[in-house]
């Protein structure tokens, strides 16, 4: 039985992550302050005898000893992480180097949740692992996606200088039951302002592009990584190659609805990024991993559990 540390467990992802994990027969810990996981996301199981939690934050040092620690930690949507952005940069920064320095002390390895936000508004598409990203320093979105390049860096300084067995994972957008209705992110907008037959707020012309993956496909993708040989401490694009455009998948969930909400356009935000998609030929290499869960079908789920919830 190995002892695992998920920060961030109480989270979209995270809580997702702490099941299956439990599910293997592993002792494992959440650790969460509650800042965008929510409690009622990892209820069922508190009652597991192999299931632990901790309330702190990840810019606290933690001082228990575990064989794997999924780094999760950070808020990860826009309304989130630009309500506080030096609480989101410090997150990323400090949280990544006291994860890190628990592992130099005790062996763990660590597997680093970082995002397709490292590329920016990219100028190659699709992004490969090999492309550095184009970014800018000093904008609303720097504090997540410069907090996530420096986490990165981190990782790999502490696995070059003292031998930590590290893990990088890019995610790209992910969808899924179990998203928070208020977060943000554009398919829960899209989902709960269809089903409240509200406007659905598009913000640009819509034609920026997105590539989205179902919360099993990535939770699986996130475990084969962490389980692949020791040599596989360069980062690996998780994510769904599938390309959609904003007004399809607006379109999309209106047919899937039966919403007679209309579209209505708002101005693009700053540094949105007009492509995003991933070149996941190192996952398919490395992982054998590639998502199998289609967007109709992901969302056919996920409108489900936000029938439930709103």
């Keep these: 039985m190995k002892r695992i540390l998920v920060t961030g467990g109480a989270g979209f992802l995270g809580s997702h992550l702490c099941e299956r994990l439990l599910e293997r027969g592993n002792f494992v810990t959440c650790l969460d302050n509650y800042f965008t996981g929510a409690v009622d996301n990892i209820a069922h199981l508190r009652g597991h005898n192999n299931f632990a939690t901790i309330e702190q934050s990840v810019i606290d040092p933690v001082d228990v000893r575990f064989e794997e620690i999924f780094n999760l930690a950070c808020p990860a949507s826009p309304v ?44 190659i598409h699709p992004q490969t692992e090999a ?137 693009l935000p700053q540094d949105d990024p007009m492509q995003r998609c991933p070149d996941i030929s190192r996952a398919k290499e490395v992982l054998g991993w590639e998502p199998k869960i289609k967007l109709r079908d992901g969302l056919l789920r996920t409108i489900d559990y936000f029938k439930t919830v709103i």
Excluded at 97 to 114: D, F, I, R
Excluded at 156 to 164: I, K, L, M
Excluded at 176 to 205: C, E, H, Y
Excluded at 225 to 238: F, G, K, T
């Design 80 to 123: 989130h992480y630009q309500s506080d952005p030096i609480y989101t940069f410090k997150t990323s920064i400090i949280g990544t180097m006291n994860l890190l320095e628990l592992a130099s002390k005790t062996g763990a390895k660590v597997l680093q949740a970082s995002t397709s936000e490292i590329y920016g508004d990219p100028l």
């Design 131 to 267: 492309y550095w990203g184009n970014v800018n320093t000093m904008g609303i979105r720097s504090c997540y996606d410069e907090g996530k390049r420096g986490a990165e860096t981190l990782m790999h300084d502490y696995h070059r200088t003292r031998g930590v067995n590290i893990r990088v994972m890019r995610i790209f957008n992910t969808y899924g039951p179990g998203m928070n209705k208020a977060d943000g992110r554009v398919v829960s907008n899209f989902i709960v302002q269809a089903l409240r037959g509200d406007d659905i707020t598009m913000f640009g012309d819509g034609l920026q592009t997105r590539s989205f993956c179902y919360r099993d496909d990535l939770v699986e993708g996130m475990m084969r990584l962490m389980d692949a040989p020791d040599e596989v401490s360069y980062p690996v694009n998780i994510g769904n190659p599938g390309e959609f455009t904003m007004r399809e998948l607006a379109e999309l969930v209106l047919e899937l609805t039966g919403s007679k909400s209309k579209i209505v356009y708002l101005p």
